[in-house]
């Protein structure tokens, strides 16, 4: 089993940068793809980013292309998301997710969930 804590939400202006952390508990971290997913109210999780367990193969939602970039360190047992050049439409609660296979962009396919955290982007 894995437990994932996010950290690293707040407000920011538009056009500067975040970085999310996801700290996962468990020796079997380092095997799973994680992801990143993004909800506001009202609407259905959104798939944002994926990571390979090696951490070699990426993706990324055509909206944050060239913007975010999805990192993790094995031996830290973290997965990262560095968010840039952010906008309003980024506002919203950011979770990560540990996955059963890599490239899966609906929520169903992510096993394990962290409790989100918080981006809210000014302009």
């Known amino acids: 089993q894995v437990q994932l804590v996010e950290s690293g939400g707040g407000l920011v202006q538009a056009g500067g940068s975040l970085r999310l952390s996801c700290a996962a508990s468990?020796?079997?971290?380092?095997?799973?793809?994680m992801g990143w997913f993004r909800q506001t109210p009202g609407k259905e999780r959104e798939f944002v980013s994926a990571?390979?367990?090696?951490?070699?193969?990426?993706d990324y939602a055509d909206s944050v292309k060239g913007r975010f970039t999805i990192s993790r360190d094995n031996a830290k047992n973290t997965v990262y998301l560095q968010m840039n050049s952010l906008k309003p439409e980024d506002t919203a609660v950011y979770y990560c997710a540990a996955g059963r296979s890599f490239g899966k962009v609906v929520s169903l396919e992510y096993e394990y969930w962290g409790q989100g955290t918080q981006v809210t982007v000014s302009s």
């Open positions: 468990g020796r079997t971290f380092s095997t799973y793809p």
């Open positions: 990571i390979s367990w090696s951490g070699v193969n990426t």
